[in-house]
């Protein structure tokens, strides 16, 4: 065979494997943006349930999970672009990332809600937080206050285990209750007087209600929100929109400040005619 027929056979060969072997590594770009997306789910829904929406705890976990979480569906989207940047023409690719494309307009929006909805949940988490920690200790020393009632009260050794038996207090061992009443009470404020001490360093242990120790990761969370934001605006697009999210955003912003702009041009010039008036005005009453 001469060469260059041999060269063009073998041209045409590995052009026709080439073909056949194109569309699988690039719908596989497809099936992997599936399974980020799929993994996303997971991750969501065993953070879901039980719904709780009312309950701080709840809604700072999901925020959580969603924002740790919120490269995936990302990844997976810049997936499908690649896979119809590569090949336009297969329909299914392109009908997957129209489909992802519409939903990421929500999403985009949605990351925005969450923001403001996470450093709601976290300030209310802290606060409720704080105010358990010091209904506990109030109730430590109602119990304690209590049990110094029963000691004081108490007529002999077998009630005073009764007393404290009944208000779930400590209990009397029976080499305790061989004691003499005073010393076994002694015995008893001693050991009232060190859970007190122990329910003070706790309060005095307790950290200050204060906004601002939430700081950096309030931050931290409202700057992950908002990028996360405008990754998925960056690929959101309507059904017949030519732009995309972040684009129209863009054209928004645009439009805004050329609306001031002419608005405070506008003032401006009507600031010179008014005074240019009223330089009128004065030379001609000076004449």
């Given amino acids: 065979m001469p060469a260059g027929l041999a060269l063009a056979w073998y041209g045409a060969r590995r052009l026709s494997f080439s073909s056949l072997l194109l569309p699988m590594p690039v719908r596989n770009f497809s099936r992997l943006a599936l ?5 996303f789910a997971m991750l969501v829904l065993s953070n879901l349930f039980p719904v709780q929406p009312l309950d701080p ?26 896979a119809h940047h590569l090949d336009p023409r297969d329909p299914r690719i392109t009908k997957r990332l129209q489909r992802f494309t519409q939903l990421s ?21 802290q606060s409720r937080g704080s105010a358990e920690q010091l209904s506990r200790l109030v109730r430590a020393e109602a119990k304690l206050q209590q049990l110094r009632q029963a000691a004081r009260q108490a007529a002999s050794g077998a009630d005073l285990s009764a007393r404290f038996q009944a208000l779930s207090g400590p209990g009397v061992s029976p080499a305790d209750l061989a004691l003499p009443l005073p010393v076994l009470k002694a015995q008893a404020a001693l050991a009232l007087d060190q859970a007190q001490a122990q329910i003070k360093r706790e309060r005095n242990a307790l950290p200050a209600s204060d906004p601002l120790r939430l700081l950096p990761e309030l931050l931290r969370n409202a700057v992950s929100c908002l990028a996360l ?3 998925f605006a960056i690929f959101a697009r309507g059904r017949d929109s030519e732009l995309s999210l972040l684009e129209s ?10 609306q001031r702009a002419s608005r405070s041009g506008r003032q401006a010039d009507e600031a010179d ?6 330089r009128g005005e004065n030379d001609s009453s000076r004449d």
Avoid: D, H
Wanted: charged fraction near 10%.
């Fill in 35 to 39: 399974v980020f997306v799929v993994l």
């Fill in 57 to 82: 705890a709840w809604q700072s976990r999901l925020a959580t999970v969603l924002v740790n979480a919120g490269t995936l569906p990302l990844t997976a989207l810049a997936l499908l672009q690649l």
């Fill in 105 to 125: 307009i929500a999403v985009a929006l949605g990351y925005l809600l969450l923001a403001p909805l996470q450093i709601s949940a976290s300030l209310r988490l």
């Fill in 229 to 231: 934001a405008c990754g």
């Fill in 249 to 258: 955003w863009q054209v928004s912003l645009k439009r805004i400040r050329l």
């Fill in 273 to 278: 005619y008014i005074r240019q008036l009223s």
